[in-house]
C-alpha cells in the first residue's frame, strides 16, 4: 500500500513519563485510510494531528457503525522498539469487522500501516519500563445520507498516545461488583467484536459500581445471568483448587490476546487451565470454602490486574487476604518481561521494527 506522508512543521515534545497518564497526549501525526465499495482503500496517508470533518449524517454518527483496536509499542532496554503480537489485533480488527459490516483489510497492508506509523513517530515511545506508546487503529462508516443498510464509505484511521505506567503506584488489588442489572452483550450479539457500542453499553454498570466504591463490574451473560464473562472491559481467570479457570468463548466474551498468551504461558508453568462455563453460584461456593485462591483480570492495559474483594448483592467477600497472589505475579512478570524485552521470548511473540 502507498502511504503519502505529510510531516508536521510543528512538531511538539513529549511531557515528562511520569505525567503521562492514559490517553490523553497524543503523537505529532495521525494515519487516515478511506475506503468505498467501488474503489476498495484508497488515499493512504499520514498527515499532522489533529480534528477531522465529518458529514452530519456520517453513519457512524447514527448507527454506531464503529470498531477499534489497542496495541502497544514498547521501548526495550537496548533502545529498540517492539510489538506485542500484532497480528492477532490486525486479524480480530478484521473479525469485527465482518460482524460489523465494515470494510476487512489485507493483513499484510494493515500491518505496514501500522510500522510505517510507529517508526515515523519512534520518539514517541517512552523508555521506562511499564511505560509505552498506545496504539489505537480504529474504523467507522462514513456513508453521507441517512439510510439504513451495509456502509459504501468509511474511514480506518491510526492515533497514538504515549502512556505512563498503569501500575505507577504499585500493582493493588481492586475491588469488584457482581453485575446482575445490566448485561454488556448477549450471545449472537457483538461481545466478540471489539466494537465502541459494547463500551456505551456498558459505562452504566461502571459508574454504578464506581458509586459503591468497586473499581469495575463482573459481567454476567446475558441470557441466563449465570455465568461469569468478563471484568469490566478484561477478560478474568480464576484460580480455583489450584487449577486456572477461565470463561470459555461464547461468543459474548471478547477474545483477548492477553487472555490468549496468559492460557499459553500458564500450560508451560505447569498449570492445568480450563476454559468453560464458571457460574456465579459456583464461583461464590468456592469462596466460601476458600477454594478460591486467585482471582484477576487480563487485558493489553493492565496486562493482569489481581482482584482482591469481590460483591455480590449486599455481601463482599475477600480473595486472597485482599493481596495480589502468586500465579497473578507470574503471569505479570513472564508478559512484562517479554514485552518490555526484560527477559527472551520464546514464543516469537514479540515483532521488532
Ligand atoms: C480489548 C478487550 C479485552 C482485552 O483484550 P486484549 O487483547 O487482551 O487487550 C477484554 N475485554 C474487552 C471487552 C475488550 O474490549
Redesign the pocket.
Known amino acids: 500500500m502507498e502511504i503519502k506522508i505529510t510531516k508536521t512543521t510543528t512538531p511538539q515534545t513529549m511531557p515528562p513519563e511520569e505525567k503521562l497518564g492514559f490517553g490523553k497526549v497524543f503523537t505529532d501525526h495521525m494515519l487516515l485510510v478511506d475506503w468505498s465499495k467501488e474503489k476498495g482503500w484508497y488515499d493512504a496517508r499520514i498527515v499532522p494531528f489533529g480534528r477531522i470533518s465529518l458529514h452530519p449524517a456520517s453513519t457512524v454518527l447514527h448507527y454506531g457503525a464503529e470498531i477499534f483496536e ?2 502497544k509499542a514498547y521501548r526495550r532496554e537496548d533502545g529498540g522498539v517492539q510489538l506485542f503480537r500484532p497480528m ?2 490486525i486479524k ?1 480488527m478484521n473479525r469485527s469487522a465482518e460482524r460489523m459490516s465494515l470494510p476487512e483489510m489485507d493483513e499484510n497492508d494493515m500491518l505496514q500501516l501500522l510500522t510505517t506509523f510507529v517508526k515515523l513517530e519512534e520518539k514517541w515511545v517512552p523508555k521506562s519500563f511499564g511505560t509505552s506508546l498506545y496504539l489505537r487503529p480504529f474504523l467507522f462508516g462514513n456513508d453521507e445520507a441517512l439510510g439504513v443498510h451495509a456502509v459504501h464509505n468509511a474511514t480506518f484511521m491510526l492515533i497514538a498516545s504515549p502512556s505512563g505506567s498503569y501500575y505507577a503506584e504499585g500493582i493493588n488489588p481492586v475491588g469488584i461488583m457482581i453485575e446482575n442489572e445490566d448485561v ?1 452483550t448477549v450471545r449472537g450479539g457483538t ?1 466478540y467484536a ?1 466494537c465502541g457500542g ?2 456505551a453499553a456498558s459505562t452504566r454498570a461502571g459508574e454504578r459500581a464506581a458509586k459503591k466504591g468497586y473499581s469495575q463490574v463482573l459481567w454476567l451473560d446475558g441470557v441466563e445471568r449465570k455465568y461469569i464473562e ?1 471484568v ?4 478474568v481467570m480464576f484460580k480455583i483448587n489450584g487449577e486456572i479457570v477461565t470463561p470459555m468463548l461464547t461468543g459474548s ?9 496468559c492460557i499459553e504461558v500458564l500450560k508451560d508453568l505447569g498449570y492445568t487451565v480450563t476454559e468453560r462455563l464458571l457460574s456465579v453460584d459456583e464461583l461464590l461456593s468456592a469462596l466460601k470454602s476458600g477454594a478460591l485462591e486467585e482471582a484477576w483480570g ?4 493492565a496486562v493482569v490486574s489481581p482482584i482482591g474483594k469481590l460483591a455480590f448483592g449486599e455481601e463482599e467477600y475477600v480473595i486472597g487476604g485482599g493481596k495480589i497472589g502468586e500465579v497473578t505475579q507470574k503471569l505479570y512478570d513472564v508478559l512484562t518481561g517479554i514485552q518490555w524485552g526484560k527477559q527472551s521470548d520464546p514464543y516469537g511473540w514479540v515483532y521488532k521494527l
Open positions: 489497542g496495541l492477532e489485533n480480530r454488556r461481545g471489539k459494547n463500551y468478563e469490566g472491559a478484561m477478560n466474551i471478547l477474545p483477548g490476546i492477553t487472555r490468549k498468551s487480563c487485558g493489553t492495559a
